[in-house]
């Protein structure tokens, strides 16, 4: 193996090195650290004067080439960013190795870029190191003679709704060619597209919008902080009166390029006036923020097709105690007991299923504390990009709290995005997870799940619980047992007279709600 264009060679391929049909061979520098970091499974040989390749490509530079023993070169491959190769990762110096695609495994084929990706994790047999931060988001050159094939991304038979997740995008509005923006652009129409099909109701976005919140000139090469504000509100606008979305604002989002400080640009680009189906002045799911015009701390309700009512609050990067006992003054309203609860934030649990500081303080000062909480998702995260956790509140309510971020990969993440489907039992959620640019699917076990949350008949239970307690009201009516209300009905129940008021339910578990005639 040399680097020809700089004549620097590596010793020769032991003498006797048999490759079989559908066989790869990794060739390295340094076996002790390559399976330190790998592992020893992987079919290597070590060889000496290891050629340096720069980062630096071009037409006329490294050149990679396989001579035989006589000094022919047999094959040779420049890695050439003029020819739409695939680039690193604009976030660190290590990014994922790139690979020749399998249906391209010929000489003449694998010295064209556009037959080479970067190397996505569980697919054509590529896999994450974590074994340092710097280090994370590569692949060992295994090669696959046969390309992954997945089937077409369809709804569960069982699935009745859905939720759909976007997370980081900080890297696909960054890059100075926009060469990453189709893939974000991918994310949105797919939602849209597929709106009907999976019947979705809401978008989450984890946060980390842009890169960079206020720097017009950045010294690392993206994209002005204005540019990268109008990339993320053009692919987010493709949903704009198709599907209702909201943000959990990061630490990219605010200050300059890091939370330097807490002011942000995102309300200059994110109004709800937007977004109607958002607009509470146009009938949409935003119902209060803490501070006016702000949507970094807001809060929304959502009623699903089976009849889950959710409340939704999205909550800025490391929120501050002010914001968490807003927080906590909206979530614990009586109305909301019957809700299924959901904390939207940036920054909470880690890659490793724990939770991180950050994330411990808003546990303990808020979701622990509120009995109707039932799951809580956040981004940020490095590594392999997924995290989840089940932690149970001090109501004995099940938290189920998930990390979903893939800006670690190439392409600025790949286009990758979470679709939680509710299932027509009432209580059981699966975890899918889907690229639409590629149709690829991850179904390993951190990326396909199920959980349960509470059934909705139950939720209805805890609700007449809370209210059996309550006294007397003003009207003097005094407490009775709960009863279902029939359609009309009239009766003395905590203090107020309720009437029965049909909701729409598809299936024997739902009964009807009581609201009141007055207080």
Wanted: a negative charge.
């Amino acid at each position: 193996m040399e680097d020809i264009q700089d004549m620097n060679a590596a010793t020769a391929i032991p003498s006797g090195t048999m490759l079989g049909p559908d066989q790869s061979l990794v060739l390295v520098g340094d076996a002790a650290n390559f399976d330190a970091k790998w592992g020893t499974e992987i079919n290597r040989i070590e060889l000496g004067n290891f050629p340096t390749l720069d980062n630096t490509p071009s037409a006329t530079n490294e050149i990679l080439a396989i001579k035989d023993k006589f000094g022919v070169v047999r094959d040779q491959v420049n890695y050439d960013s003029g020819n739409v190769w695939p680039l690193n990762v604009d976030c660190c110096t290590d990014g994922p190795s790139i690979y020749v695609l399998p249906e391209f495994l010929t000489s003449s084929a694998n010295d064209i870029g556009s037959n080479w990706s970067h190397s996505i994790p569980l697919i054509d047999g590529s896999s994450y190191s974590l074994e340092s931060p710097s280090l994370e988001k590569a692949s060992p050159g295994i090669v696959a003679t046969e390309p992954t094939v997945f089937p077409a991304f369809t709804p569960s038979p069982d699935a009745v709704w859905s939720i759909v997740v976007f997370p980081d995008t900080q890297y696909y509005v960054n890059t100075p060619d926009q060469a990453f923006m189709p893939f974000f652009v991918d994310m949105a129409e797919w939602v849209r597209d597929n709106r009907d099909v999976f019947n979705i109701q809401l978008v989450l976005h984890e946060g980390d919008i842009v890169n960079r919140n206020s720097d017009e000139s950045p010294g690392s090469g993206g994209n002005p902080s204005t540019l990268q504000w109008q990339n993320a509100q053009a692919a987010m606008r493709i949903l704009n009166g198709e599907v209702p979305y909201m943000f959990a604002i990061g630490n990219h989002d605010v200050g300059i390029s890091g939370a330097e400080n807490r002011t942000t640009r995102f309300n200059d680009f994110f109004p709800p006036s937007d977004n109607p189906l958002v607009d509470p002045l146009q009938g949409g799911i935003l119902k209060g923020v803490m501070v006016s015009d702000h949507l970094e701390n807001a809060y929304f309700e959502v009623t699903a097709p089976d009849g889950r009512q959710l409340l939704i609050v999205s909550l800025t990067w490391d929120p501050l105690a002010e914001q968490l006992s807003w927080a906590n003054q909206i979530v614990s309203q009586s109305k909301y007991d019957a809700h299924t609860a959901i904390l939207h934030i940036h920054n909470y649990l880690e890659s490793d299923d724990i939770r991180n500081s950050d994330g411990e303080k808003v546990w303990n000062e808020l979701v622990k504390a509120n009995g109707n909480f039932e799951m809580v998702f956040n981004g940020h995260v490095p590594g392999d990009g997924s995290g989840y956790l089940v932690s149970t509140g001090v109501e004995g309510n099940q938290v189920h709290q998930m990390a979903f971020n893939t800006q670690s990969e190439g392409n600025g993440g790949n286009g990758w995005i979470r679709v939680l489907e509710f299932l027509e039992d009432g209580q059981t959620v699966r975890v899918r997870t889907y690229c639409p640019s590629f149709g690829y699917i991850r179904d390993d076990a951190a990326n396909e799940f199920m959980f349960k949350l509470t059934p909705l008949n139950i939720i209805q239970l805890r609700i007449h619980r809370h209210r059996r307690a309550r006294p007397a009201g003003p009207c003097g009516c005094q407490p009775q047992p709960d009863l279902p209300c029939a359609l009309g009905e009239r009766f003395p129940c905590h203090g107020r007279h309720w009437k029965g008021v049909r909701t729409l339910r598809h299936w024997p578990p739902y009964r009807e709600r009581c609201t009141p005639l007055h207080r």
